[in-house]
């Protein structure tokens, strides 16, 4: 197996990755750095330089000080360029283009402030504030006093060219920004506090909040946000929702529900330990009909059909924390494989269909899983993931990409970087 | 597990404790879990270090000691301190994640006591939001079980503490199936288990979940005892399967370098 | 007259007396026997104990002969009584002298190991043994004809006077209590070895005051074969025959509580002991200063006191290590062990009476059984008379040392709350 590798010397808590181009190697990888005065690294592969940025933040909490969310790449203004997009728990979004000097001070780039006291005042009295845009702000309540909470939960960026609005959601209101100036255009109250957005398709975005509510949001073509309630679920603790053909996919820490759009259960599916990974949905056996790969930190690997059903199982033994990926390769011979990889540094490459293993008893852990039951098996006959090889590096792995469909890129908290082609033996 | 034909199949592992043994016919049932449940300061950790190295340095076991909230280093500096001579020991630490494979393929084949310091571990991954760190930690545990089981270097476990462990890996639903499922998987593996527990202030059962003790093999319950301006420990066996066992209560007495269960006299 | 109506009270009683002391005799026969058998396995048997033991048995045997005659005389066949009665003489000087071999043999059992010979080291038990020995062996003579004295009311003085020292000596040196019970007592022989001393005696102090009356039926030989007797019970009962513990049968062991006793005192009832523990509020070296135990070879002390600090030291509340230190000593594989716990009302100042009862009754328990002997001191002035009668129950007891007369102390009786 090939492996080429690559560090950056310093210890990271969060990485974002950019391919920069659809086919070949290169790519950008954005590291946030792991120490008090964070920094934004970011690496180029081609010319394996390094780029940083101090985030004179004073990440450290505890002091006082505001937590990174989340970085992205996005192409923010639409010049086909990305740059770097960080939110804070602070209520900023800072923006760096990718070109930046090192030895710029962080001042000096683009950091919009969505000041929550702005928010705030739009509550004390009815304003009317005037835009760049042509629709007035909805009218507020007056007087009452709100406890807000800064933190920019997620960053919907619309993808129609068009609208050139982003939309937050910042504790309980989904507010649209104009992405010139990062004004406050209009902002919809959805009664407790975000959770999380999932941008479905181009007009429909789905927000889950804090008191069950999952609201899907459909944007019209213009500036305003109308909130249009396709289905109310009520459920608590959902992590996240994806989509599976047309419908939802509720994503809670032990569980994963298949709920259609006018919010019937389908089917249900429990899993030992967190689901803290994204679900690979995809038709990776070419059967015509999307798979789902469920992996959790209880180390069990749950490939489901689209039903619910299980097609295969199996133990890595050790945390999954990260999406597992499909890779396709053309090449004189069609190739498909799944790739798995688990916290402590081991990378499980699987074909896309399972085996057959027979006189292998699940061990007692997987038995009493609720969802084991739907398993349809003899006493002698159980499926197993077709395990084509098992790698080992010696690291723990905190988040892994695709490149190329055929290289896997691997991160480590160490700062180290793997490029493993999985189709070289 | 199998069926035997008479009493004296079954192997059982000296506690050390001068006169508790006796007590329990010889000592703790091979393969079984144990709960050592006790309040806080009455040496728990102690006891179950006592009946670990005793086997290691008697009968060239290997025993592997799930520290979840207590450094290594303050582990067997304590055990220092009570006169253990821990050059007996190969001493075995793991501390980091990535290493924990590598670790156990350097270990000998006896007389080793891995200490699996999750402590450490937590801190490795403690800023990495993305992982859930305070979550899940169980499945670390087995992996280490199961890795050190395969190569045969687990023969005793312990778990320092199962309290600890509640708040690490999401116990609060469905507890009674969790814990049964571990304390099979235990089993499972023909490992003696020394899980320590603390008993809650509320004095509601032996543990957080008030099950603990029904799931359990046995339980050695660990207490203090204020008489006058003095205080003294007390140790007694509140359950044993496979064993007639004397349930007195005795006096915990620790002296020279080792453990003795005095008989109390009754007033 | 027949046979029958020949019997009167009094000969009807020395045939059954009689009867009873050829009994007795056959038995005292075994112990003596037993003993030096252990004596002959142990090497210790010296050139004149060897022959010793024949010329005990012939002082037994004899004694026998003389007893068939008196039931001979009693039931007044004359036949045997006449040939038994020219023998008389020849009998008598054979006792006489068989009885200092068996004067030796008494001396001898009380020797230890180490050749010293603690009772009779005091002189006043040398002293009264001497007064009685003599006495009696003056009367074997008188009966011989060898020494002739013309007042029989001088010899009967003489006799009864010897038969009391001797009486005194042996119930002061076996410590039998001046206040005993038949509770106390062995459930065999020592009851019967009394009753038949005391009939000696009234017998014979009524000899002394009505000569006339009894004189036909005076027989001095159960004197001093009843002291004999007595005295190889004495021995048997205070494991003097028997020095291998495991061989013997035992059937109480030798839990004693002393009142009003000290180390000192109690230190002769370990004459045979080879191991002993020491449980004292005293300083160790204290007690090695003064060579109290200096004899025994293994010596394990045990310093109760509240500076646990110091090495081999247990804090008097500390009773459950006390009595894990006393278990532990009984694994010891030391011949003949032994426990003394001195000064009990220490431990009661610090536990109470009752967990000191409890705890006095757990390590006498322990020891009998593992047949080790448990001595414990009390001083009069920790305990009243109510809590010294729960300790009679479980215990031997002996009484407070027996001072000189001038210096005997005074049981102070404390009033039960």
Not at chain 3, 187 to 212: E, G, K, Q, R, W
């Amino acid at each position: 197996m090939k492996k080429e590798g690559f560090s950056v010397d310093q210890a990271i808590s969060q990485c974002a990755f950019s391919n920069l181009f659809k086919s070949g190697l290169r790519f950008k990888l954005l590291f946030i750095t792991n120490n008090e005065k964070h920094k934004i690294v970011m690496l180029d592969s081609q010319s394996k330089k390094q780029k940083q940025v101090n985030l004179d933040l004073k990440l450290n909490k505890t002091l006082g000080g505001e937590h990174i969310n989340e970085i992205l790449f996005y192409d923010i203004d639409y010049n086909n360029t990305n740059e770097i997009i960080i939110t804070t728990d602070n209520g900023r979004i800072i923006v760096i283009n990718l070109n930046f000097d090192e030895k710029q001070p962080l001042s000096t780039f683009n950091s919009y402030n969505v000041n929550i006291y702005d928010v705030f005042s739009m509550f004390a009295q009815k304003i009317q504030r005037k835009t760049n845009s042509k629709d007035k702000i909805t009218e507020l309540f007056q007087g009452e006093k709100i406890k807000l909470s800064p933190k920019i939960n997620s960053i919907l960026f619309p993808n129609i060219i068009t609208r050139k609005i982003i939309t937050i959601a910042m504790d309980k209101y989904l507010i649209n920004l104009d992405m010139n100036d990062f004004s406050i255009q209009n902002y919809s109250d959805l009664g407790s506090q975000i959770t999380h957005i999932n941008q479905i398709n181009h007009n429909i975005s789905i927000v889950t909040t804090q008191n069950a509510y999952v609201l899907a949001i459909e944007q019209l073509l213009s500036n305003k946000l109308d909130l249009k309630t396709a289905l109310t679920i009520n459920d608590t603790n959902i992590t996240k929702i994806s989509k599976i053909y047309n419908d939802l996919l509720i994503i809670k820490e032990n569980s994963v529900k298949r709920l259609t759009i006018k919010n019937k259960s389908k089917w249900a599916y429990n899993v030992e330990g967190s689901i803290s990974a994204d679900i690979l949905n995809y038709d990776y056996d070419y059967d015509g009909y999307d798979e789902l790969l469920i992996v959790s930190k209880s180390g069990i690997i749950h490939a489901l059909d689209k039903d619910g059903k299980v097609k295969w199982l199996y133990n890595t033994e050790f945390w999954n924390t990260n999406m597992p990926l499909f890779f396709s390769h053309k090449g004189l011979t069609k190739k498909q494989l799944v790739s798995v990889v688990t916290f402590d540094g081991k990378i499980y490459l699987f074909k896309p269909k399972g085996i057959l293993d027979l006189n292998v008893e699940p061990s007692s852990a997987v038995m009493l899983d609720y969802g084991f039951y739907d398993l349809e098996y003899d006493a002698n006959q159980y499926l197993t993931g077709n395990l084509i090889e098992k790698i080992e590096i010696n690291d723990t792995i905190l988040d892994n990409f695709k490149l190329d469909n055929e290289y896997l890129l691997l991160v480590s908290p160490k700062g180290n970087i793997y490029l493993i082609n999985v189709f070289e033996n | 597990m199998k069926l035997i034909t008479n009493k004296e199949e079954i192997v059982r592992l000296a506690t050390n404790i001068d006169n508790f043994d006796q007590a329990l016919e010889g000592g703790l049932p091979e393969h079984s879990v144990i709960l050592m449940a006790g309040t806080s300061g009455t040496m728990k950790s102690s006891l179950c270090f006592n009946v670990a190295f005793n086997e290691i340095v008697n009968n060239n076991a290997n025993a592997v000691y799930f520290t979840l909230e207590q450094n290594t280093y303050s582990l067997l500096n304590q055990m220092i301190t009570m006169n253990f001579d821990l050059s007996k020991l190969n001493l075995v630490r793991i501390s980091e994640i990535s290493k924990i494979d590598e670790n156990i393929k350097n270990i000998d084949s006896s007389k080793n006591f891995i200490v699996a310091d999750v402590g450490v571990l937590r801190k490795e991954v403690e800023s990495l939001q993305k992982v859930k760190p305070e979550s899940d930690w169980i499945y670390v545990i087995k992996n280490i079980i199961t890795k050190l089981k395969e190569k045969n270097l687990c023969d005793i476990v312990i778990l320092d503490s199962l309290s600890a462990l509640y708040v690490l890996s999401q116990f609060k639903e469905n507890p009674r199936v969790k814990l049964f499922q571990f304390f099979e998987f235990l089993r499972d593996n023909e490992i003696t288990s020394l899980l320590i527990s603390e008993i809650p202030p509320n004095g509601k059962g032996l543990g957080e979940f008030g099950i603990e003790d029904y799931l359990a093999d046995g339980v050695i319950l660990l207490a203090k005892n204020r008489e006058g301006l003095s205080v003294r420990r007390e140790i007694s066996i509140s359950k044993m399967r496979q064993t007639c066992a004397n349930m007195d209560v005795f006096i915990l007495d620790f002296d020279g370098g080792k453990f003795r269960a005095l008989t109390k006299i009754s007033e | 007259m027949s046979f029958l109506e020949q019997l009167d009270v009094v000969s009807i009683l020395l045939i059954v007396i009689s009867f009873a002391s050829i009994i007795f005799s056959i038995y005292n026969l075994n112990l003596i026997r037993k003993y030096l058998i252990r004596l002959k396995e142990k090497s210790k048997l010296s050139t004149t104990l060897k022959y010793t033991k024949y010329f005990i048995l012939i002082f037994i045997l004899a004694n026998m002969i003389l007893y068939l005659g008196d039931i001979f005389f009693s039931i007044n066949l004359s036949l045997w009584y006449g040939l038994l009665f020219s023998l008389r003489k020849y009998l008598y000087l054979i006792i006489t002298f068989s009885a200092l071999c068996v004067v030796y043999f008494i001396y001898h059992a009380h020797t230890n190991d180490a050749g010293n010979n603690p009772l009779f080291a005091k002189f006043e038990n040398r002293l009264y043994f001497m007064l009685g020995v003599f006495g009696l062996l003056f009367l074997y003579l008188l009966y011989t004809d060898i020494v002739s004295i013309s007042h029989t009311r001088f010899l009967g003085f003489v006799v009864l006077m010897s038969i009391l020292v001797i009486n005194y000596f042996v119930y002061k040196i076996y410590n039998v209590p001046a206040s005993m019970s038949v509770q106390n007592l062995d459930n065999d022989l020592s009851l019967l070895t009394v009753v038949l001393d005391i009939y000696i005696l009234v017998f014979y102090i009524s000899a002394f005051v009505f000569p006339t009356l009894t004189s036909n039926y005076v027989n001095y030989s159960p004197i001093f074969f009843f002291f004999v007797n007595l005295m190889i019970h004495a021995l048997s009962k205070k494991n003097l025959l028997d020095q291998d513990r495991t061989a013997r049968q035992i059937e109480k062991t030798e839990n004693v509580l002393y009142i009003n006793h000290n180390l000192e005192t109690i230190k002769p009832a370990l004459s045979s002991v080879t191991g002993v523990l020491i449980i004292s509020r005293k300083n160790p070296q204290e007690i090695e200063d003064k060579g109290l135990f200096k004899d025994i070879a293994n010596k394990e002390y045990v310093w109760l006191t509240e500076a646990t600090e110091i090495i081999d030291a247990i804090d008097p509340k500390n009773l459950e290590k006390l009595l894990y230190k006393v278990t532990n000593f009984m694994k010891s594989s030391y011949q003949v062990p032994a426990i003394i716990l001195d000064d009990l009302g220490y431990i009661k100042d610090f536990n109470g009476f009752k967990k000191t009862l409890r705890f006095t009754q757990d390590i006498r328990d322990h020891c009998q059984s593992h047949r080790i002997m448990f001595l414990c001191n009390i001083p009069s002035v920790s305990f009243d008379m109510h809590e010294i009668s729960y300790f009679i129950k479980d215990f031997n007891i002996v009484n407070e040392y027996q001072y000189a007369k001038n210096k005997r102390p005074k049981i102070v009786k404390v009033k039960k709350k």
